[in-house]
């Protein structure tokens, strides 16, 4: 379930990054006034969002990884059980 998950995590993480990136050099303005001082606000407004985003994505994707063990550890269980039922061992 999560491989098919995992290139749109690839992606959400890529956009998020360059959204970061974007960012940055739009704080790079020369100019003082009542404008520029709203558009640094915003600025900073934007790169707390994609501070938020950027934790998201990381909580999303350590999930993904847990249900990812989860699942594998669950298939290898069940593989033993049904190999120990052939072989005549525990049941």
Request: with cysteine.
């Amino acid at each position: 379930m999560s491989a098919a998950i995992a290139p749109l995590a690839a992606r959400a993480r890529g956009l998020v990054d360059e959204a970061g990136r974007t960012l940055a050099r739009a704080r790079q303005v020369d100019w003082v006034s009542d404008a520029a001082d709203r558009y640094q606000a915003a600025l900073t407004e934007g790169q707390l969002a994609v501070l938020r985003a950027s934790a998201l994505i990381d909580t999303a994707h350590h999930a993904l990884a847990v249900l990812d063990a989860a699942g594998q550890d669950a298939h290898a269980g069940a593989c033993t059980s049904v190999a120990q039922r052939l072989l005549g061992g525990a049941r």
